[in-house]
């Protein structure tokens, strides 16, 4: 075939670019209680979580949860365990981006101050209420298998 009877196929539109983000958090538990947080998602709704951020460069996973736990809490913790990360995909304008999130569980230490301004509220629930509460399918599973392992 030459090349003006040859068919060209049609170009295909390329999909977002994916880009990789890790973070790290905790689950804060005491006598039958969690620790969540009341914050505002991407898109600015009101969403209760647990406490979580990015790992920043030359941080461990324990070290970013344990920080990031402490900002959004006000609560300085100690890690009792590792649970199950957690990955999932979000949009971010044009970016699709897929997190993974590693989780310890914690029991808290001390209240050294209070949490951060990006935070609305910080609550001690039971656990059963912190299933109810939580905004999340992963963090209700997250709570009950740190329930489970208490």
Known sequence: MSEKTQKRSPKKKAGPKTVFEFSA???????GEVLLVWAKDLKGRSVVTLPKGLIKRGE????????????????????VKELPKSEYFYRRGDKLVRKTVRWFLMEPI?????HDQEIDDVRWLSVEEAIGALSYDADRKLVETAAAGV
Do not use: P
């Open 25 to 31: 958090g905790g689950v804060v538990a005491r006598a």
């Open 60 to 79: 461990t996973g324990e070290e970013a949860a344990l920080r990031e736990v402490r900002e959004e809490t006000g609560f300085r913790c100690r890690i």
């Open 110 to 114: 001390e209240k050294e101050g209070e």
